[in-house]
């Protein structure tokens, strides 16, 4: 399976945007997806994970309720819908992908090369 992020960029604090994550490859098994992130001199940490069905979500506290993982399983992508952004919450984001969902959001197989978020404030 390969991932490719997209839609990284530079926003100020307060503002949106929405990542995407476009799965390639053998896809017909329909993986976990999630999102991580690495900021600048951190550890790589969890921001968000659903089950392959779309039916589960999970989501670091710092970004609940200001973060969506969504996916639309015909199109092989996820995405991640960002608001409210902080500086903070400025990092190289990664998607990436599980066999199953209790390691998406510990130990998934396959990942993205990560799409930089930049937040001013």
């Known amino acids: 399976v390969q991932l490719q992020a997209s839609g990284g960029g530079l926003v100020q604090a307060g503002g949106s945007l929405r990542l995407s994550c476009a799965a390639s490859?053998?896809?017909?098994?329909?993986?976990?997806m999630a999102w991580f992130r690495r900021a600048p001199g951190k550890e790589r940490e969890f921001v968000a994970a659903?089950?392959?069905?779309?039916?589960?979500?999970a989501y670091a506290d710092s970004v609940k309720e200001r973060f969506t993982i969504s996916r639309e399983n015909p199109k092989n992508t996820a995405y991640l819908q960002m608001t409210s952004l902080k500086a903070e919450d400025s990092a190289v984001y990664y998607c990436?992908?599980?066999?199953?969902?209790?390691?998406?959001?510990?130990?998934?197989?396959?990942w993205g090369q990560g799409t930089l978020v930049t937040v001013s404030s």
């Open positions: 659903i089950r392959r069905d779309g039916g589960s979500t």
């Open positions: 490859g053998r896809t017909d098994s329909n993986y976990a």
């Open positions: 990436a992908a599980a066999d199953l969902w209790v390691l998406a959001a510990t130990a998934p197989r396959y």
